[in-house]
Nanobody
Framework: QVQLVESGGGLVQAGGSLRLSCAAS????????MGWYRQAPGKERELVAT???????YYVDSVKARFTVSRDDAKNTVYLQMNNLKPEDTAVYYC????????????WGQGTQVTVSS
């Protein structure tokens, strides 16, 4: 059974930083692409960043140069370092994973709230 457990969310002032973590179990972590999504109230879920097993990354334009996704395959954990946070980054952040070599995000965490105050 695959489980993804996010942590690290919280309340921060604009310009501050947070690091989200997502611990995976029951998954061949090193072969999966990991992703971070977010959903703000009243908005659709948005893909924020991805990191493939080979190290390729993707970032949505609004977070480029501010957010960094990384992974520690030894710990089965993916991270999202968020710097220079803005109020518009306020959302529930979800970790997601593909099956080994998969293209679709089949597994999801429960989400962690990030709130950025102005």
């Amino acid at each position: 059974q695959v489980q993804l457990v996010e942590s690290g969310g919280g309340l921060v002032q604009a310009g501050g930083s947070l690091r989200l973590s997502c611990a995976a179990s029951g998954l061949t972590f090193g072969l999966s692409t990991m992703g971070w999504y977010r959903q703000a109230p009243g908005k659709e879920r948005e893909l924020v960043a991805t990191l493939s097993s080979g190290g390729s990354t993707y970032y949505v334009d609004s977070v480029k140069a501010r957010f960094t996704v990384s992974r520690d395959d030894a710990k089965n954990t993916v991270y999202l370092q968020m710097n220079n946070l803005k109020p518009e980054d306020t959302a529930v952040y979800y970790c997601a994973a593909t099956k080994p070599w998969g293209l679709n995000f089949d597994y999801w965490g429960q989400g962690t709230q990030v709130t950025v105050s102005s």
